[in-house]
């Protein structure tokens, strides 16, 4: 049995635009296997922080895990397709601050941290999210 493909709008900003410069970054985030365990780090971290748990804690967290490791991957140049909605519709009704977006993002360096990704690197990542947030902040 095959999952629905999930919607997508066509007139919305493409949500992995892929950086072929950053390839080198992708390996220093150990590739798709490096990432996979990175977004499990990441969710741990989520959870355990009061300001995102409430957004994560009743998700398919499995589902969302593989869904950022596609995004990331095809962001970063590693051949990878992202299959995922786009981000408007992704956060849609989640009323999402400003806020909200930076704590994730700590979030975000802090499971970085934990994995050894290089400084630069990170940053190079963070790069390419920050100007996505005007799909996600909603209020
Ligand atoms: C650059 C920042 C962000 C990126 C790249 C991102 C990426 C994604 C992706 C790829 C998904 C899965 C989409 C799908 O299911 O098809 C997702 C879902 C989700 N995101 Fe984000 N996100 C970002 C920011 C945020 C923020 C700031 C919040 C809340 C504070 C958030 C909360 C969620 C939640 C709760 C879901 C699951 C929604 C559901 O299960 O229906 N995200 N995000």
Known sequence: Q???PAQQDPTAP??????????????????????TALMDEFMVVMLADPRMRPFFENTDQPRVKRQLVEQF?????????Y????MKSA???????RADFNALVEDLQVAMDRKGV???????????LAPMH?????R
């Open 134 to 138: 005007r799909e996600m902040i909603n």
């Open 91 to 97: 956060h849609a009704g989640l009323k999402i601050d």
């Open 118 to 128: 290089p400084f630069r690197s990170q940053n190079k990542l963070l790069a390419v």
């Open 14 to 35: 493409n949500p992995a635009p892929v950086h072929p410069e950053l390839k080198g970054v992708f390996e220093d985030f150990g590739g798709e296997a490096g990432l």
């Open 2 to 4: 095959t999952a629905a």
């Open 73 to 81: 991957c095809a962001i970063l140049g590693g051949g990878c397709t």
């Open 83 to 86: 299959t995922g909605r786009d």
